[in-house]
């Protein structure tokens, strides 16, 4: 092919590919940003564009009908717990989850707090060891050091014992880890697999969409989510402080959904088909939590996981606290906080003093800080450690636990999973463990924080133009 030819072939895909973008109708702020991008830098910007920008919304995980076979399952067997006796606060959240996201709001579920990593890995273990039937298991993280061996030598001993052991990991977030590890698993009998392989590390399309998720659920009966992954540095911490995370332990009949949400990610992977029998016994109430099990991801048709925390936080009469370790919010995520807190309700939020590891995040997350503290937001750096828990209370009487940091992975680009509760007892807890932590946190004076070196600023101004993919 001719000097020519090939300026026509490049042409003709650069054109195809703004056409395309054209044709999508997204905010017309990104439309003309790739376009721009593509007309002057064609090349760099093709590649770009095909690793982050591609609209992945006509893509599903399953098929529909799949999926409403398993939802179809829960509302089968866990019918009588559906429950229409919504606080009248949250039935507008309420419905919009069912409608969009399928996610039924079930009764009667038993929910513990935790926050310590060694208290969660030590009844995961015992929950592990009491498993009779199967251990369905994803974890964005699962690294080959001591706490993941330690989980492993727990999983492989039940695959010998005949439990039907699955185990699910993000492979792009795990290609440092050793691929004999997850041999040996295998070769003990686990079902392992990575959820969208990556062979060619960043030059692959799929590589900024990351499974996010941590999710456990044993015999159908027990399920595990939230912020914890299995690696050594959630048990012992960094070398200038601890990890503080979240995770929550559920029994009743929400764990059903936690199993449809699992299953699902386990036959977008190609993993075989179960027997849904044994994967959906009949979960008595046996607590006083209403909740909704949300999922949220770049291949769902409604921005799920956006939307439920917009909701949320207009809900809020009183006040809304955030834990994440990022502050990175998309634009209608900082207006919703602006707004409640021009409107009066006490917002605060609380993100990490230091990153875990790069500067970028950190940097990106304090460039949106004087926007925040502009409207009345508190926000507290918290110094004793890293704050890695991903978590919403509101009005002592709605509390959301789950994967999602308050960025643009988190809310448009990775895969993640929620759970929305409505329960006083439950939100007041949360509100205490916030109210705790600011003991160990700073609160940024607006009149400080203006009084910041301009170099510092620069760099966090830097930093924001890649907060999309960070």
């Known amino acids: 092919m001719d000097f020519a030819l090939k300026q026509v072939f490049v042409l003709t895909i650069i054109l195809g590919t703004i056409l395309v973008i054209i044709s999508e109708n997204r905010n017309p702020v990104k439309t003309?940003?790739?376009?721009?991008?593509?007309?002057?830098?064609?090349?760099?910007?093709?590649?770009?564009?095909?690793?982050?920008?591609?609209?992945?919304?006509?893509?599903?995980?399953?098929?529909?009908?799949?999926?409403?076979?398993?939802?179809?399952i829960t509302e089968i067997i866990q019918g009588e717990d559906i429950s229409s006796d919504i606080p009248a606060q949250y039935k507008p959240l309420a419905g919009m989850l069912h409608k969009m996201n399928r996610a039924y709001p079930l009764s009667g579920n038993n929910v513990e707090i935790i926050t310590d990593f060694q208290t969660m890995s030590d009844r995961l273990i015992a929950d592990i060891g009491s498993a009779r039937q199967h251990i369905n298991m994803l974890f964005f993280k699962f690294e080959d050091d001591e706490v993941g061996r330690r989980i492993a030598d727990a999983l492989i001993k039940k695959a010998e014992e005949g439990v039907q052991v699955r185990l699910i990991y993000d492979d792009a977030g795990n290609l440092m880890v050793p691929r004999r590890f997850y041999k040996k698993l295998r070769k003990h009998g686990l079902q392992v697999r990575g959820f969208i392989k990556i062979f060619l590390p960043i030059l692959s399309r799929d590589y900024n969409s990351r499974n996010h998720r941590k999710v456990v659920v044993i015999d159908g009966k027990v399920g595990y989510m939230g912020g914890m992954n299995i690696a050594q540095r959630y048990a012992?911490?960094?070398?200038?402080?601890?990890?503080?995370?979240?995770?929550?332990?559920?029994?009743?009949?929400?764990?059903?959904?936690?199993?449809?949400?699992?299953?699902?990610?386990?036959?977008?992977?190609?993993?075989?088909?179960?027997?849904?029998?044994?994967?959906?016994?009949?979960?008595?109430?046996?607590?006083?939590?209403?909740?909704?099990?949300?999922?949220?991801?770049?291949?769902?048709?409604?921005?799920?996981?956006?939307?439920?925390?917009?909701?949320?936080?207009v809900s809020a009469r009183s006040y809304a606290y955030l834990q994440s370790p990022y502050f990175i919010p998309p634009e209608p995520i900082m207006k919703v906080l602006q707004n409640a807190a021009l409107s009066g309700v006490d917002v605060r939020?609380?993100?990490?003093?230091?990153g875990d590891k790069g500067v970028l995040p950190p940097l990106a997350s304090r460039s949106y800080i004087k926007e925040a503290l502009n409207a009345g937001i508190r926000i507290y750096l918290y110094r004793k450690g890293y704050m890695h828990a991903k978590t919403l209370v509101i009005d002592d009487s709605l509390v959301t636990i789950g994967s999602t940091n308050l960025d643009f992975r988190g809310f448009e680009q990775d895969f993640e999973i929620n759970a929305f509760m409505y329960d006083e007892n439950l939100a007041r807890q949360q509100h205490n463990l916030f109210i705790e932590d600011q003991k160990d946190?700073?609160?940024?004076?607006?009149?400080?924080?203006?009084?910041?070196?301009?170099?510092?600023?620069a760099k966090e101004s830097a930093a924001r133009i890649f907060s999309q993919v960070l």
């Open 441 to 457: 946190a700073e609160l940024i004076d607006p009149l400080e924080w203006d009084k910041r070196p301009l170099l510092d600023k």
């Open 236 to 313: 012992e911490g960094l070398k200038w402080g601890i990890w503080r995370d979240t995770q929550i332990r559920i029994m009743g009949p929400a764990v059903s959904e936690l199993q449809t949400s699992f299953l699902t990610d386990w036959k977008f992977t190609k993993g075989d088909t179960p027997d849904l029998g044994l994967m959906y016994p009949y979960n008595a109430p046996c607590g006083n939590t209403l909740m909704q099990i949300v999922t949220g991801g770049p291949m769902d048709k409604w921005n799920a996981m956006m939307q439920a925390y917009m909701t949320a936080i």
């Open 32 to 72: 003309i940003a790739w376009c721009v991008v593509l007309a002057f830098m064609p090349v760099i910007g093709l590649l770009l564009y095909i690793l982050f920008g591609m609209d992945n919304r006509h893509r599903r995980l399953i098929k529909e009908d799949d999926l409403s076979r398993l939802k179809g």
């Open 349 to 354: 939020v609380m993100i990490p003093y230091r």
